[in-house]
């Protein structure tokens, strides 16, 4: 009878202990972190920051576009609202974080020919 509870023991596959699957699944979830942070959070950190040093250097008179794609002349600078001049009498009120980019550069050799 001893020898069949060896031959039972022999044919099992060995295993671990619970210790070693624990440390594996934790390496495994640390490098799918890693993984995220460095493809999507890093990124959209940085992003945003330079986002927000660009709004800080926003002042009146800079042409501007916002995420709804109206094309404006900074008129006004409130704490969190920009005010946009569109067109000879039109003002509208946007948050800042509306604000987008900077006009592209028209050149003015097309205007003029």
Known sequence: MD?????AYAQQPAQGGPAGAFFV?????????AIFYFLIIRPQQKARKKHQEFLAQLKKGDKVIT????????????????????DANTKITFT??????????VKEENTEK
């Open 25 to 33: 699944q934790l390496i495994f979830l640390i490098g799918i972190f």
């Open 3 to 7: 020898n069949m509870i060896d031959i």
């Open 96 to 105: 800042k974080d509306a604000i987008v980019s900077y006009q592209p550069k």
């Open 67 to 86: 995420s709804g794609g109206i094309w404006g002349t900074v008129v006004d600078i409130g704490e969190d609202t920009i005010t946009l001049k569109v």
